[in-house]
C-alpha cells in the first residue's frame, strides 16, 4: 500500500462524494477538482485514517474513486480521479461496480454480480438469491471504522476487553513472535469453544484436505479469483478489535431476549436467542453477533445486528447445534450468504497460540458463482461457471514453502496446507476471517499480505448445485 510509512499526510487532493440520501446505493462520479483535504494517520494494521476513524485513500494518479451516499470516498492506493463506474446490465437492469468489503451487504444490488441478489427487504420470488457485499474499493476492502458509525456499532468497542476473544493484552507487536509448539493434543483433534466441540471430527470444517483431488476446474477458478480484485491474502484482523469478528460465550442458563428481523426472516431461524444485549457487534459494515451458549452447546450467529431495549433486530439470525452435522434448509442463507457457521471458520488467537489450527478457515471473494457445494445451502453472486461456488474448498499447495515464514502466520499456513479454506460470503478476495483480539501480532500476521493467491488449488468435494 502505497506511502503507509508516511504517518500523517495532508490530501490536497482526493474524491468529491456523490450527492443524495441515505437510501441511495454507492456509486462513482466524474469530478475535475478533487476535494478530500485531511490529515491521515496509520493505525496498527497500517491503513491511514481520518481523525473520524474513516480510511481516505486518495493520493495523485489516474484511477477510479468510488464514493457512497454516506460521504465516504476511497481511491486504490496510489490513485485519485473518479471515473464513472462501468454499467452492465442484466435481467433488464443496469449495475455498478461494487466496492469490495469484506463480507457486507448493501441494501441494493450494485453490479452486474448482483443480479438476483436481494435488497433489504426481499420484494419479489426474484429475491431469492445471494446477498452481495456492501460496495467499497479495494482500498476500504476490511477496514472497521474506530469511531461507531450506527445504533449497532455503538457502544461496542471499548478501550479494555469484554470477550473472551478480546480477553489479554499484549503490546503492539513491532516484531515477530517465536513460532508456537504444536499442542500436546494429537493433531486433527476437533477444535473447541467454551467446552463445545466445533462440530463432529467428521464436519467438513474439521476434515484434512490434503490427499483430496485437484479440482478438475481449478486453474479455471485460480485465475478467475485473480481477475477480480485483490491477488494476494490477508489476515482481515489483527490487534486493533476494529477487526476481526468478535464472538462471546454465554452460560446454559443464559436469558433468551426476542430476535425482530428486517430482511430474511423467511430464511432465518425464530428467536427467541439467548444473546446478550451486552454481546459484541462486529465492526465495519456486517455487525455480526456470534453467541456459543454453554451446556446446549448451540452456536447462535446474527447478521446486520442492532441491539434495542429488550432484544435484537437483524437481517437474519441462524442457530447451530455444534454436536451435530446437520444442515439449514437448501437454499438459506445465515450470518453468511453462504448458509455456513461464521464461528466455525475464524482464524482463533488461543488455537494459533497453541500451534496448530484443526479446522478449515472462512474466506471471501469478490466475484462468487451462483451456485454452492456442501455444506454451503445458498448459492453465490454471478452467473460465471470459472467463479468460486459457496462452500468450495481451496488449499495452500504442497510445495510452498512455509519454513519461511514465522509466529502466527507460520501456524495459519499450516492450517492452509492441511484444512484449507472454504468460501462463505461475497467480500474482499482472499480475506480470510479472525476473531477480535488484541493479542495478535500484526507484524507476523503482515507476512502473509505477500502470497498470491496463485499459490493455492481447489480441490473437489462435490458437484455445484443451483
Known amino acids: 500500500m502505497a506511502a503507509l510509512s508516511l504517518l500523517a499526510l495532508s490530501l490536497a487532493s482526493g474524491c468529491a462524494p456523490v450527492a443524495g440520501g441515505a437510501d441511495e446505493?454507492?456509486?462513482?462520479?466524474?469530478?475535475?477538482?478533487?476535494?478530500?483535504?485531511?490529515?491521515?494517520?496509520?493505525?496498527?494494521?497500517?491503513?491511514?485514517?481520518?481523525?473520524?476513524?474513516?480510511?481516505?485513500?486518495?493520493?495523485?494518479?489516474?484511477?477510479?474513486?468510488?464514493?457512497?451516499?454516506?460521504?465516504?470516498?476511497?481511491?486504490?492506493?496510489?490513485?485519485?480521479?473518479?471515473?464513472?463506474?462501468?454499467?452492465?446490465?442484466?435481467?433488464?437492469?443496469?449495475?455498478?461496480?461494487?466496492?469490495?468489503?469484506?463480507?457486507?451487504?448493501?441494501?441494493?444490488?450494485?453490479?452486474?454480480?448482483?443480479?438476483?441478489?436481494?435488497?433489504?427487504?426481499?420484494?419479489?420470488?426474484?429475491?431469492?438469491?445471494?446477498?452481495?457485499?456492501?460496495?467499497?474499493?479495494?482500498?476500504?476492502?476490511?477496514?472497521?471504522?474506530?469511531?461507531?458509525?450506527?445504533?449497532?456499532?455503538?457502544?461496542?468497542?471499548?478501550?479494555?476487553?469484554?470477550?473472551?476473544?478480546?480477553?489479554?493484552?499484549?503490546?503492539?507487536?513491532?516484531?515477530?513472535?517465536?513460532?508456537?509448539?504444536?499442542a500436546p493434543a494429537p493433531s486433527g483433534s476437533v477444535p473447541t469453544v467454551g467446552g463445545c466441540q466445533m462440530f463432529p471430527a467428521d464436519n467438513p470444517w474439521n476434515q484434512v484436505v490434503t490427499s483430496l483431488p485437484v479440482h478438475p476446474n481449478s486453474a479455471a477458478i485460480i485465475a478467475n479469483i485473480q481477475a477480480h480484485g485483490q491477488t494476494t491474502i490477508k489476515a482481515d484482523f489483527g490487534s486493533n478489535t476494529q477487526y476481526g469478528i468478535p464472538f462471546v460465550v454465554v452460560p446454559a442458563g443464559q436469558a433468551r431476549v426476542p430476535i425482530t428481523y428486517t430482511a430474511y426472516g423467511d430464511e432465518s431461524d425464530p428467536g427467541p436467542f439467548p444473546v446478550p444485549l451486552s454481546a459484541p457487534i462486529e465492526g465495519g459494515n456486517d455487525h455480526h453477533v456470534l453467541v456459543v451458549q454453554q451446556g446446549s452447546c448451540m452456536l447462535y450467529e446474527l447478521y446486520h445486528s442492532v441491539r434495542g431495549s429488550s432484544g435484537w433486530s437483524a437481517d437474519s439470525g441462524a442457530m447451530f447445534d455444534l454436536g451435530s452435522n446437520a444442515l439449514r434448509p437448501r437454499g438459506w442463507t445465515s450470518g453468511d450468504q453462504g448458509g455456513l457457521p461464521i464461528l466455525a471458520g475464524l482464524t482463533r488467537f488461543d488455537e494459533v497460540a497453541a500451534g496448530e489450527i484443526n479446522h478449515a478457515l472462512r474466506v471471501t471473494f469478490d466475484h462468487t458463482q451462483d451456485g454452492f457445494i456442501r455444506p454451503a445451502n445458498h448459492r453465490g453472486s454471478v452467473a460465471d461457471s470459472n467463479a468460486p461456488p459457496m462452500g468450495l474448498r481451496l488449499r495452500l499447495r504442497a510445495n510452498f514453502d512455509v519454513s519461511r515464514y514465522t509466529g502466527q502466520a507460520r501456524v495459519i499456513l499450516n492450517a492452509l496446507r492441511r484444512y484449507g479454506l472454504i468460501v462463505a460470503d461475497t467480500g474482499s478476495n482472499w480475506f480470510i476471517s479472525g476473531g477480535s483480539d488484541r493479542r495478535w501480532n500484526d507484524t507476523d500476521l503482515r507476512q502473509l499480505t505477500g502470497i498470491s493467491g496463485t499459490a493455492f488449488e481447489a480441490v473437489y468435494t462435490g458437484d455445484v448445485q443451483r
Not at 93 to 98: E, H, I, N, S
Not at 156 to 161: A, G, Y
Open 25 to 182: 446505493s454507492p456509486t462513482t462520479q466524474p469530478i475535475s477538482s478533487p476535494t478530500c483535504p485531511e490529515s491521515v494517520t496509520a493505525d496498527s494494521l497500517g491503513d491511514l485514517r481520518n481523525a473520524e476513524g474513516r480510511v481516505r485513500e486518495c493520493w495523485p494518479g489516474d484511477a477510479r474513486c468510488e464514493c457512497d451516499s454516506d460521504n465516504d470516498c476511497y481511491a486504490l492506493p496510489g490513485h485519485v480521479a473518479c471515473t464513472p463506474a462501468p454499467s452492465v446490465e442484466r435481467d433488464g437492469g443496469p449495475a455498478l461496480a461494487p466496492r469490495a468489503d469484506a463480507g457486507a451487504r448493501p441494501s441494493a444490488p450494485t453490479t452486474a454480480a448482483d443480479a438476483g441478489a436481494r435488497p433489504s427487504t426481499p420484494t419479489t420470488a426474484a429475491d431469492a438469491g445471494a446477498r452481495p457485499s456492501t460496495p467499497t474499493t479495494a482500498a476500504d476492502a476490511g477496514t472497521r471504522p474506530s469511531t461507531p458509525t450506527t445504533q449497532a456499532d455503538a457502544g461496542t468497542r471499548p478501550s479494555t476487553p469484554t470477550t473472551q476473544a478480546d480477553a489479554g493484552t499484549r503490546d503492539a507487536g513491532s516484531t515477530p513472535t517465536p513460532t508456537p509448539a504444536p
